[in-house]
Nanobody
């Protein structure tokens, strides 16, 4: 069983930055691919970013490319999402997820464990 706890959400003005963290309580963390997803009110959960088990492969939603950076610290068992140049349309609850296959997929059904989410609100 893996527990994931997100932190770092909050209220920020458009153009600002936030860094989300997701800490894993797991005996091993390095084999996992990790992803970030988000869900805005009335919308389905959507893929934001993912990273492979080694950190060597990353994928991003087109609308966040060049603004968001996903990274993984296996020693700290933590994955991060650095969010820059935030826009009001980035407002959502952000969830991290762990993929036991280590791929870091864009597909939510391929993830095995999910955190509870952290709210990000970007004001205009």
């Amino acid at each position: 069983q893996v527990q994931l706890v997100e932190s770092g959400g909050g209220l920020v003005q458009a153009g600002g930055s936030l860094r989300l963290s997701c800490a894993a309580s797991a005996r091993t963390f390095s084999p996992y691919g990790m992803g970030w997803f988000r869900q805005a009110p009335g919308n389905e959960r959507e893929f934001v970013a993912a990273i492979s088990w080694s950190g060597g492969i990353t994928n991003y939603l087109d609308s966040v490319k060049g603004r968001f950076i996903i990274s993984k610290d296996n020693a700290k068992k933590t994955v991060y999402l650095q969010m820059n140049s935030l826009k009001p349309e980035d407002t959502a609850v952000y969830y991290c997820a762990a993929d036991l296959l280590g791929v870091g997929s864009e597909i939510s059904s391929e993830y095995d464990y999910w955190g509870q989410g952290t709210q990000v609100t970007v004001s205009s």
